[in-house]
């Protein structure tokens, strides 16, 4: 299983991005999907996660009403909407695949990963 992200790229506060994630084989439409990021020195957070049915969404507090996370089942592909961009919102942007039809906010509960993807928001 192979997952590519893209989207991101260097903006300015207050800016709008959106994250690219696609999937490789036919696992996507059987699993939740994530979204999680890592500034530099710090530890990989949770941002994002969408349920297989994409029924349920979460979002970390910092993003909430900020971020949007959706999924394209025929396209095998995991998007995040971000607005408002902030400077602290700079960090590799990572998305990962859930172990099982659900999501959590646990890294430990996602078995694959992509590469990651910059985000570098500018004051």
């Known amino acids: 299983v192979q997952l590519q992200a893209s989207g991101g790229g260097m903006v300015q506060a207050g800016d709008s991005l959106r994250l690219s994630c696609v999937t490789s084989?036919?696992?996507?439409?059987?699993?939740?999907m994530g979204w999680f990021r890592q500034a530099p020195g710090k530890e990989r957070e949770f941002v994002a996660a969408?349920?297989?049915?994409?029924?349920?969404?979460y979002y970390a507090d910092s993003v909430q009403g900020r971020f949007t996370i959706s999924r394209d089942d025929a396209e095998n592909t995991v998007y995040l909407q971000m607005n408002k961009l902030k400077p602290e919102d700079t960090a590799v942007y990572y998305c990962?695949?859930?172990?099982?039809?659900?999501?959590?906010?646990?890294?430990?509960?996602?078995?694959?990963w992509g590469q990651g993807t910059l985000v570098t928001v500018s004051s």
């Open positions: 990962a695949v859930s172990r099982g039809t659900g999501v959590t906010m646990s890294p430990g509960h996602y078995i694959y």
């Open positions: 084989g036919r696992i996507f439409s059987s699993f939740g």
């Open positions: 969408i349920n297989r049915s994409a029924v349920r969404k």
